[in-house]
């Protein structure tokens, strides 16, 4: 029954912010390993931040400085902050989860869309 809900996506102008949120149905959600990936037309799917554990984090380099990633162990929910949004940031927006340090992400939401205009 484990379910990754995504919200928050929109269209919004280049400069903009947004905040993604990933609600959780997991069972030991605070142990889970948590990421974002995003996929535009044309384009494979990319990392975009991971959350582990521990709290320490991880961004793709055209990211970094833009975005953060958090999660609240309380509310099973994982949040990507985006701001100074650019064009090249418009895809799907997926929430993924591992269940350790080294394994693979298993568990996918559905997707939430970005759309930056320029």
């Known amino acids: 029954q484990a379910q990754l809900v995504e919200s928050g996506g929109g269209l919004v102008q280049a400069g903009d912010s947004l905040k993604l949120s990933c609600a959780a149905s997991?069972?030991?959600?605070?142990?889970?390993?948590m990421a974002w990936f995003r996929q535009s037309p044309g384009k494979e799917r990319e990392f975009v931040a991971a959350i582990m554990s521990g709290g320490s984090t991880n961004y793709e380099d055209s990211v970094k400085g833009r975005f953060t990633i958090s999660r609240d162990n309380t509310k099973n929910t994982v949040y990507l902050q985006m701001n100074s949004l650019k064009p090249e940031d418009t895809g799907v927006y997926y929430c993924a989860a591992a269940r350790s340090m080294i394994s693979d992400y298993d568990f996918w939401g559905q997707g939430t869309q970005v759309t930056v205009s320029s």
């Open positions: 997991l069972l030991t959600f605070m142990r889970y390993r």
